[in-house]
């Protein structure tokens, strides 16, 4: 509950590019309106494509476009004056639907400032008859349209589900199965080395992720899921996130044994919260927010995201999921360690009382 308090109250956090091509001075006078009056970021980025690349990277969350013509189709009787908006929809789907709506909003106040600007005057100062310029004018807050656009479109609410389901599936699905190796652990813990057990959870954990992965890839194409980047990508970074909870799921179980659960339940329940796979980050506190940066269901949310739909690569995110490996390795190994000294001094106590 408290991941999602205050959410739309930090619609601040969310940024909006505008770029006016516009070189009579209307664009950018409604550019500067805008950007006092809207509720989010507002940023102006030196060109369009330079807005498309920050669109596109998922910096920004929705780019507006006044074209360089737009003055003169606001000034002529017959014409159209559009805006265009474009909108990445390879992002959860909160952002799509605050976009679209938030499109209307700067339609109708554009609409309204068009208006409220003396557009008149200017009109009449481009050698228009006052009286055309009047009605022009007065009727211009029905000719102003938008142009909504998209990049990286998800083609439907199923798609749109995916990456949280996978993740979903995926943590749970590795917290089970690391109880049952613990359990089976602890069955023959008299029987066999520690440093046996530990290498041989590790190596069931890499075949482990590379089946399951192999058999949630051929699923998902087999469903008609949508695949931007391919089937072998999707393949390749299921099996690393999924390697990933694995080993941070057993982590715990290493370190506190089978209540290392309820630490997995707790951690299950704040990556839900914190991935950016129902609501966007930018929109959390700055403690869920610093904590997703953390916690390796972030990085695979972004990665499906880029796979699946489109975006800048997934690169940074297979860096991030390794290091975090890395360190769960490290911990658990240290836990192997740890438990086994503390181990080894009772048994010291009790084999000194029977010598003596």
């Known amino acids: 509950m408290t991941g999602y308090d205050g959410v739309t109250d930090r619609v ?28 989010f970021t507002v940023v102006r980025p030196e ?13 920004l969350q929705m780019v507006v476009h006044i074209p360089a013509d ?12 559009k805006i265009g908006f474009l909108i990445n929809e390879s992002n959860p789907a909160l952002i799509k639907s605050m976009m679209s709506g938030a499109a209307e909003t700067i339609t109708a106040e554009v609409n309204q400032q068009a208006v409220a600007m003396g557009i008149k005057g200017t009109l009449t100062g481009m050698n228009m008859p006052e009286e055309q310029a009047a009605a ?14 998209s990049v990286n479109p998800v083609q439907g609410m199923n798609n749109q589900m995916v990456p ?6 995926s943590y749970v699905g590795a917290m089970i199965m690391g109880m049952n190796l613990e359990q089976s652990s602890m069955a023959i813990a008299s029987a066999t080395g520690r440093w046996s057990r530990f290498g041989a959870r590790s190596l069931i954990n890499v075949i482990s992720a590379a089946a399951v992965s192999l058999v949630g890839a051929s699923l998902l194409a087999a469903l008609g899921g949508q695949i931007q980047e391919g089937f072998l990508h999707l393949w390749g970074f299921q099996f690393i996130f999924l390697l990933t909870f694995m080993f941070v799921s057993q982590m715990f179980l290493y370190v506190f ?14 990556q839900l919260v914190s991935s950016g796979a129902m609501v966007p980050r930018e929109l959390l506190s700055d403690f869920y927010t610093g904590l997703s940066k953390l916690l390796p269901a972030t990085y695979a949310v972004d990665g499906n995201m880029n796979i699946l739909f489109g975006g800048p690569g997934v690169g940074g995110d297979l860096a991030a999921l390794l290091v975090i ?26 084999a000194g009382r029977q010598q003596s």
Do not use: C, W, Y
């Open 12 to 39: 601040d956090g969310l940024t909006i590019a505008i770029v006016s091509e516009d070189a009579s001075g209307m664009g950018e006078a409604i550019a500067g309106n805008l950007a006092d009056r809207l509720p």
């Open 47 to 59: 060109s369009a494509e330079a807005a498309k690349k920050q669109l596109h990277d998922r910096e």
């Open 70 to 81: 737009f003055a003169g189709q606001a000034a002529s009787p017959d014409g159209q004056a």
């Open 136 to 149: 022009v004018s007065g009727g211009l807050s029905e000719r102003v349209v938008s142009d909504v656009q």
């Open 164 to 169: 949280m389901m996978m993740v979903l599936a």
């Open 257 to 270: 044994g089978m209540a290392g659960m309820l630490f997995n339940i707790m951690l299950l329940s704040v």
């Open 325 to 350: 490996t890395a360190f769960a390795i490290v911990v658990s190994a240290a836990a192997v360690v740890f438990k086994t000294k503390t181990a080894r001094q009772p048994q010291a106590v009790i």
